[in-house]
């Protein structure tokens, strides 16, 4: 079956630009999560939805962070006023929704902010 | 506070080699622990993961891990390696009943 798919796959913005980034679970899949991966780290936690509900959004660095799953499917992270440090990869990963179950991370979105 | 260090950043091995990548991890608790790889251009793919039970955990690729709680340690290990083994390598402890925190990464070069 489809795994999770990201969009867009690259995205460069301007300094100060607000972005929109896309996220399509499997299928039947409770749990997202968003994770931010910088250039030669690993993925840091961002937010994490059961369903509709965000149950952890300790991860996101600050409030022009702002992710949302409206009706328990897809999910968008989006950014505000975007700054040079937000150039990163952003990962999404679906799960099952048991405790620490396996997650099935996307491709990425690699956003290049100038 | 939780925390994973894979002290190789990079490593070099022959193809044919055999391979072990470090890992260890700061929690208070069992932990929920997990190796995953990233190729260029692809997501991170789980390679096997520890929960409880048998402490030597076989994965997917001919992969294994042993979990050494007297030594806080979760290395990865195959036999010989293959050039198609060349990726990014992730070490990862489950925090809590979702969230995941990686380490920083072992890049593993294969020599032909």
């Known amino acids: 079956g489809a795994g999770v798919s990201q969009s867009p796959r690259y995205k460069v913005a301007k300094r100060g630009q607000d972005v929109a980034l896309r996220c399509d679970p499997i299928s039947g899949h409770v749990s997202l999560f968003w994770y931010q991966q910088a250039l030669g780290q690993g993925p840091e936690f961002l937010t994490y939805f059961q369903n509709e509900a965000q149950l952890d959004k300790s991860g996101l660095p600050s409030d022009r962070f702002f992710a949302e799953r409206p009706e328990g499917s897809v999910s968008t992270l989006k950014i505000q006023r975007t700054q040079q440090e937000d150039s990163a990869v952003y990962l999404c990963?679906?799960?099952?929704?048991?405790?620490?179950?396996?997650?099935?991370f996307g491709p990425g979105t690699r956003l290049l902010v100038l | 506070a939780q925390s994973v260090t894979q002290p190789d950043i990079h490593i070099t091995v022959s193809e044919g080699a055999s391979l072990e990548l470090r890992c260890n991890y700061s929690y208070g608790a069992t932990p929920y622990l997990f190796w995953y790889v990233q190729s260029p251009g692809q997501g991170l793919q789980l390679l096997l993961k520890?929960?409880?039970?048998?402490?030597l955990v076989q994965g997917i690729k001919g992969f294994e891990a042993e979990f050494k709680r007297s030594q806080s340690s979760f290395n990865l290990r195959k036999p010989s390696v293959h050039w198609s083994d060349a990726a990014e390598y992730f070490c990862?402890?489950?925090?809590?009943?979702?969230?995941?925190?990686f380490g920083s990464g072992t890049r593993l070069s294969i020599r032909p």
């Open positions: 990862a402890v489950g925090a809590g009943a979702s969230k995941i925190i």
């Open positions: 990963a679906s799960g099952g929704g048991r405790t620490q179950e396996t997650q099935y």
């Open positions: 520890y929960f409880s039970g048998d402490t």
